[in-house]
Structures are given as C-alpha cells and as structure tokens.
C-alpha cells in the first residue's frame, strides 16, 4: 500500500515518475526538468503523509494514513523542519469524506486504480484490503441515513470484494467489480464529501464504476480501451 500511494503521489503523467523500493526504503525519481522539480514530486509526496528528504508531511496527512502505513517518524525527531502546510488543492488527491466510510471509500479507489492497470495481484490485494475496511465500518458512528443505506448495502460489498479477492483472472475480477461499483455508488448518495466523485460509465462492458477524476480512465479494459466510456453523474 505504502508503495502505491508514494507513487501515486509523486508520478505525472509525462512529467515525472517515481518507483519506490520496499527494501532500501528509498524512491528513484525521474522528471522532465522544464517543467516540474524535486522539491514539487517531494511535496506532493508529504502532502499524501509520507515524510522525506525536504519536506515533513502535514500530521493530518499522517493521521489519515492506514495503520499498517503508519512509520516511524524519525525525520521528524531528528531535523528541524516545519510541517508543510495542506494546500487546498491537495484534497482532490484525498478521500471522498472525511467520515466513518472513509476507509471504504479510500479503498475503493485504489482497487478501482489496480484495475486500470490490469493487474490481477494487484486487484486480489486491494480487494482484501477493501473487504476489511468493509468489516471495520463501526455501524453506532454513521448517521441515520447512512446507517439504513450501509445495512442495505454492506453484505453485498462484502461479498463481492471478498470475491475479487479470491478470484483468478482479470476478468471475473471484473465481474464482481460491476456490483461492487453500484452497490457503492447507492450508498455515496447519501454520505456526499467535499470533492466531486464521477460515475461513470463504459457501454461496452455495459457497466459502471466511481471516480475521482472527470477524465476517463477505463477500469473494465485498462490500457486496451482506457478512454471508452462518459460520466452520466457527478456526486458532490
């Protein structure tokens, strides 16, 4: 996970790349100096929570972090750098609310991004990750609303994202993924964030699926047809 959102977080199309290395615990960075810097991939980077070379990342971002990412902070203890300040603009890259479903939401997109990529490991893992989020949503601290849409809603996205997780081959994978989607899509109804989210929709594979971007980047046939679909609705 931490891999993903570092890199994630630092990549632009075009512009930059960033592969980070689990092992050495250190990033190799690449970009196009005309029109993008360290310091800009590096802040990205911070603002996603991860601290490093130049910049702390804000406590908020760290806090938001997933348990299993959480890390020791010794740059933090052991330079003497101020936290960057959050940017507005920086919540486009953040979840979709900042409630109790935020894990599940947070979750969902990142699966939603391994399937563009058409990476089967990568989907199954996800997936796991979603489903637990699933599990862990504590019903007592939804509202009233989103609790009567969450027991309409949750056994079928438990099902689902523990049957892309246990599934073999991309394209079951995908199957699964279309109720997922729309069984996600019914309860972001009614827990509205901060940000626009795109439902979108690919008439090909006869099915739809969420996203935080407007622009269209094909879940269901990845770098085969990423472009092929249109947003029929925007959640905000």
Same mark, same amino acid.
């Given at each position: =996970?931490?891999?993903?959102?570092?890199?994630?977080?630092?990549n632009q199309k075009n512009v930059a790349a960033v592969i980070w290395d689990k092992k050495t615990k250190t990033a190799s960075v690449t970009y196009d100096s005309k029109k993008t810097s360290t310091d800009q991939i590096l802040k990205r980077i911070a603002l996603a929570g991860y601290d490093n070379s130049s910049f702390l990342a804000p406590q908020s971002a760290y806090d938001k972090l997933p348990d299993c990412c959480k890390y020791a902070r010794e740059l933090k203890n052991a330079e003497p750098k101020s936290e960057i300040a959050l940017a507005p603009h920086a919540f486009h890259n953040k979840a979709v609310q900042t409630g109790p479903l935020q894990r599940v939401y947070?979750?969902?997109?990142?699966?939603?991004?391994?399937?563009?990529q058409s990476d089967s490991e990568s989907v199954a893992a996800n997936a796991k990750i979603l489903s637990?989020?699933?599990?862990?949503?504590? $019903?007592?601290?939804?509202?009233?609303?989103?609790?009567?849409?969450? $027991?309409?809603?949750?056994?079928?996205l438990a099902a689902q994202s523990g049957a892309i997780a246990?599934?073999?081959?991309?394209?079951?994978?995908?199957?699964?993924f279309k109720e997922l989607s729309k069984k996600?899509?019914?309860? $972001?109804? &009614?827990?509205?964030?901060?940000?626009?989210?795109?439902?979108?929709?690919?008439? =090909?594979?006869?099915?739809?699926w969420l996203s935080?971007?407007? &622009?269209i980047k094909n879940p269901y046939y990845g770098s085969q047809m990423l472009?092929?679909?249109k947003t029929v609705? &925007?959640?905000q």
């Open positions: =996970m931490c891999k993903e959102n570092i890199e994630k977080a630092g947070d979750a969902y997109f990142t699966l939603n991004d391994a399937f563009i637990e989020a699933i599990l862990a949503v504590k $019903m007592e601290s939804l509202s009233d609303q989103e609790h009567t849409n969450w $027991m309409k809603v949750n056994t079928v246990t599934t073999k081959g991309i394209d079951k994978q995908r199957e699964s996600l899509y019914e309860l $972001m109804k &009614t827990a509205k964030g901060t940000v626009p989210v795109y439902y979108q929709y690919c008439p =090909m594979a006869d099915a739809n935080k971007e407007s &622009t472009s092929c679909g609705e &925007t959640i």
